[in-house]
């Protein structure tokens, strides 16, 4: 009989705006994923402010590790591992995270692991349904879109990736154009189903067989195209600019990963990231795969896409079995790049 023992790892997460701590059992279920988010203290200002963002998580972090164990029913000594981001994000912001990491695995002599922020919303796909192999994650956030192709385990090749704005931000700056709260992007979500997609707007295809993305053109042709209206006196729809842009958007994303799904023979596109909970968004893929049988789309539920620390812990417990220990001088890496562990 196999008596493997399970592994319980505990994952942090401060890299924006969202103090979490989570605790995942082999990497696969989750035991308690606890979130605290800041974004009602960041809406006034129109965006992150990474001062604010800071001093909220040094508030938050103790709280939100005592209520991922006292949700578990949990203790340290249950705990063998700890993962946290390591980066990318903002520097401020993840040093609140990497010390609590550090100090936790210094005191309770567990192991520590750092984790890549975008591995762990690429990981959060193994919280819904184990990963099989080779597979294509289409990472989609408001830092980061990227098309990330993966043999296995813990190997990230990223394919494709933005030359300028992520998905996410060009969401959040075109709302903040047309006047909607922070975040931007469930708004023009929302809005862009009660329009029609009447307004002409660029798409960037970029070169022959670019998996690249680019959309600070689109963004300024929204500018422009508000800009222009608002001097000739006239008013565009909200709706009808929004169903616009989202067309648009979602256009690109969704032929470059049908297109790189295709050309590396990949069994499962994982969507990641948390423009992920755009619902035109899921809808364009779920449509486009059904033509696809060989091919499985897995798109984790809203809460599992937006930043959470069950991810992180997900992808720290493929790090951990692979070998991977964090060392009592690991710092928070804002520009860290993906690397396979
Ligand atoms: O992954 P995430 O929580 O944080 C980063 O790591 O960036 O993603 C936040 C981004 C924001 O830009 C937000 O506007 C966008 O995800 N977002 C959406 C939707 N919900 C969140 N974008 C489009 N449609 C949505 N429904
Ligand atoms: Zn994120």
Not at 102 to 122: D, Q, Y
Not at 204 to 224: D, P, Q, T
Request: with cysteine; glycine share 10%.
């Amino acid at each position: 009989m196999n008596h493997k023992k399970d592994l319980y790892v505990l994952g942090i997460e401060t890299s924006c705006d969202e103090t979490a701590a989570a605790i995942v059992k082999n990497g696969t279920d989750i035991v308690t994923n606890v979130v605290a988010s800041q974004i009602e203290s960041h809406k006034r200002f129109g965006g992150v402010v990474p001062e604010i963002a800071s001093r909220h998580h040094v508030e938050q972090m103790t709280i939100v590790l005592e209520e991922a164990f006292s949700q578990a029913g949990m203790s340290f000594d249950d705990i063998d591992a700890i993962a946290v981001t390591e980066g990318p994000g903002l520097v401020g912001a993840l040093l609140i995270g990497v010390n609590a990491a550090k100090a936790l695995s210094f005191a309770r002599n567990i192991p520590l692991v750092g984790v890549h922020h975008i591995a762990g919303h690429i990981y959060a796909n193994r919280l819904v349904q184990e990963i099989r192999f080779p597979a294509l994650a289409l990472v989609v956030s408001g830092g980061h879109t990227e098309l990330v192709y993966m043999k296995e385990h813990g190997s990230f090749e990223v394919i494709g990736e933005t030359l300028d704005d992520a998905a996410g931000e060009a969401y959040d700056k075109v709302a903040r154009t047309m006047g909607l709260p922070y975040p931007g992007g469930p708004h023009i979500d929302k809005l862009a189903h009660q329009g029609e997609a009447n307004v002409p707007l660029p798409r960037a295809w970029l070169e022959e067989g670019s998996y690249n993305f680019s959309f600070s053109g689109l963004k300024s042709a929204v500018i422009n195209t508000l800009h222009n209206a608002s001097q000739k006196g006239e008013t565009i729809s909200p709706e009808d600019l929004s169903a616009s842009f989202q067309e648009s958007v979602i256009d690109v994303l969704v032929t470059k990963t049908e297109r790189a799904a295709k050309a590396y023979g990949v069994k499962q596109v994982l969507l990641a990231g948390g423009v992920a909970a755009n619902k035109g968004l899921r809808t364009a893929l779920e449509e486009t795969f059904s033509a696809y049988p060989d091919i499985e789309l897995l798109i984790p539920p809203l809460s599992l896409c937006t930043d959470n620390a069950a991810m992180i812990a997900a992808a720290g417990t493929v790090a951990f079995e692979k070998g991977i220990r964090g060392k009592y001088d690991m710092n928070g890496q804002p520009g860290l790049e993906l690397t396979s562990f």
